[in-house]
């Protein structure tokens, strides 16, 4: 055993002695204060396709493991192998001895730095989403490890490996010169979870009031994109599972897949895109529930493979909503997106750059820059969208106002109708109290002046037949209109059993004295029982039958015939007047409508809307069965239940 050591400590010398003489880094005086080195350049690379390489090995075998110059940040990004990269540090006088050396990004999964010692002594620390934030020598969502860099070359060693979309980067840090850069990292992102938490609450408001999902979506994205942000810079760790780091590891996945999935929801919705194409709205809703299966997928830590196609398929999306968004401003002249559109552009512009980086098809010098940029851009997104929503408030808002304005004319012009209508019905009381008594009067003299002795000579009892029948047709409108007015308003009938047979021998004998030997009444002999209110039914009959003798020769004759089925009751009336011009027939029905031919014919346009306005308060109509140069048939139907026949 004292002769392994003493072979291990033999090669340790040799493998120390090895490394000085490699080509390294000299930090000279003033370097640093302002920002880190890159060492992306400056490292000697080694690829373990196996993952099993351990240092000792590298120690023990230096010959076996050739290292090359190469840029780190050109490595592939979607390799699952081991990455070793080693560089030689010294400085000259009076230059700063403690340094931090910082591995991007913040989302790696393992990173160990390895010293060798003269003695061949082997000293590691370890860091990544693998191993326990609390275990880090610098507790700091960043990446680091602490190390001195004195006048005579040290040789670091660090063994990397990761998974999915990587841009990897070495930079140098004065430790000073770290520690200002991790408090106004800290200041940044609190002031930044303090806006979003913000906007979080406001937006909740917004929503409470205006009931408009479109703010509890927005909510919900920036609460994702909250998430994802502090994931991507390192805080899944430090914040969240700091004792936990397989579970810092998948939320990192979890919470960016989340927020492309609430992104491509939140789009949809924003500019409605079902209102200008179905298909792009389920293609989105699509893509949404495509990125929300990532998201469980990520949980369970089996999707580590699947992160490069993931990131091809934001950036498709990216660019299909760029497009679509400025077609439909282009040809569905969706002026009003204008603005909201253009802010957007802005935002998607940030992320697909992003994007962009990570695969890396466009690249930056330093890694830094990347995350300033994601600082920036998230600042300038937050404000971006924040300024998309305060314009859709805006708009929405204005709308609002366009509608309670015309809900207030509406309103107006409603109660304009209800004074008229309240004017129109006093107007049809005072017409019922002043004309009716005067009619009535009328008629009791013209009546009694036939009974009189005088009324035996026949220029007497023409006359006394032309009053009286003036008074009828004079009594017959008011009632008309009186009993529209009342069918407008609602008034509720009265209904009651009755006969409707009787109502048949009314309307002849009593309703048209004068008219009853133009009619042909064929009847049903038996009762037949019906609920309702007689009074408007008998007016809904008269009405008919006026109309039908009305529109006929003066010495025809006009045939009612009565039937009584199983369950309908129908009069059907038939002249042999004019043919009713078919462009007038879907009119008939209308109120105070009258045909090109009834100019000679004395009426109010009443009758045929008052019959089938009770007959189908009673639940039946009133149709036009036909009407030709043979004549014209009407039919009046009533619904009859089978237990109103009488035998």
Not at 190 to 209: D, E, Q
Request: proline share 3%.
């Amino acid at each position: 055993m004292k002769k392994n050591r003493c072979l291990f400590l033999i090669f340790g010398l040799i493998f120390w002695l090895s490394c000085q003489g490699a080509e390294g880094v000299v930090l000279k005086k003033g370097q640093g204060d302002d920002g880190p080195i890159s060492l992306a350049k400056e490292v000697e690379v080694f690829r373990d396709p196996t993952g099993k390489v351990t240092m000792n090995d590298i120690v023990s075998e230096p010959q076996k493991y050739s290292f090359v110059r190469e840029d780190i940040r050109s490595q592939d990004r979607y390799s699952n192998d081991a990455l070793w990269m080693r560089v030689s540090l010294q400085h000259e006088v009076g230059t700063p001895i403690d340094w931090v050396v910082q591995i991007f990004p913040a989302w790696i999964d393992e990173v160990e730095m390895y010293f060798v010692a003269p003695d061949g002594k082997i000293s590691s620390n370890k860091v990544g989403d693998q191993f326990s934030f609390l275990e880090r020598e610098i507790q700091s969502s960043i990446m680091a490890f602490p190390l001195v860099v004195d006048s005579m070359p040290r040789t670091y060693y660090f063994r990397v490996k990761t998974h999915g979309v990587t841009i990897l980067d070495l930079n140098l840090w004065q430790k000073s010169e770290f520690k200002k850069v991790e408090l106004k990292r800290s200041l940044f992102f609190s002031a930044f979870f303090g806006s979003v938490g913000v906007m979080v609450l406001m937006n909740l408001i917004f929503w409470k009031w205006t009931r408009d999902s479109n703010y509890f979506i927005y909510s919900l994205f920036l609460i994702v994109m909250l998430a994802a942000v502090f994931a991507l810079q390192g805080y899944s760790s430090s914040l969240f599972f700091p004792d936990n780091p397989v579970y810092a590891d998948r939320f990192v996945d979890a919470t960016a897949c989340a927020l492309m999935s609430i992104s491509a929801v939140f789009v949809c919705r924003f500019f409605t895109y079902a209102e200008y194409s179905d298909w792009a709205a389920k293609l989105m809703y699509l893509v949404a529930f495509i990125f929300f299966l990532a998201v469980i997928f990520a949980l369970l830590g089996v999707i580590e493979n699947a992160i490069g196609w993931l990131l091809y398929l934001e950036i498709a999306v990216g660019v299909f909503n760029t497009i679509f968004i400025a077609w439909v401003i282009a040809h569905r002249k969706a002026l009003h997106q204008l603005f909201a559109a253009f802010l957007f552009f802005v935002v998607n512009s940030s992320w697909l750059f992003y994007s962009m980086v990570l695969l890396g098809v466009v690249r930056l010098e330093q890694s830094f820059v990347t995350e300033s940029l994601m600082q920036f851009t998230q600042v300038a997104n937050l404000a971006v969208l924040n300024i998309a929503v305060v314009s859709r408030s805006r708009q929405s808002e204005l709308r609002l106002r366009a509608e309670r304005k015309r809900a207030f004319n509406s309103m107006k012009v409603a109660k304009l109708a209800l004074e008229d209508r309240v004017r129109q019905r006093e107007f049809v009381a005072i017409l019922s109290h002043e004309f009716r008594t005067p009619l009535a009067i009328i008629d009791a003299v013209a009546q009694a002046l036939g009974l009189s002795p005088s009324g035996s000579d026949e220029r007497v009892k023409r006359s006394t037949e032309k009053i009286r029948k003036a008074t009828r047709r004079l009594t017959t409108l008011v009632e008309n209109i009186l009993l529209d007015d009342a069918l407008e308003s609602g008034v509720r009938a009265t209904f009651r059993s009755f006969d409707l047979c009787s109502v048949i021998e009314n309307v002849r004998n009593v309703g048209l004295p004068d008219e009853h030997a133009r009619l042909n009444i064929n009847a049903v002999r038996r009762p037949i029982l019906f609920e309702g209110d007689q009074a408007k039914i008998e007016m809904a009959v008269r009405n008919l039958l006026l109309n039908a003798i009305k529109y006929s020769p003066a010495d025809s004759i006009v045939d009612v015939q009565c039937d009584a089925g199983a369950n309908i009751f129908s009069v059907t009336v038939s002249n042999k007047g004019n043919p009713i011009p078919d462009s007038e027939k879907g009119e008939l029905f209308e109120r105070y409508f009258r045909g090109g031919n009834s100019s000679l014919v004395p009426g109010s346009g009443l009758g045929l809307h008052i019959s089938r306005a009770i007959t189908r308060l009673h639940g039946g109509d009133v149709v036009l069965v036909s009407s030709n140069s043979t004549g014209t048939v009407f039919r009046l139907t009533l619904p009859l239940p089978p237990q109103r026949v009488s035998d």
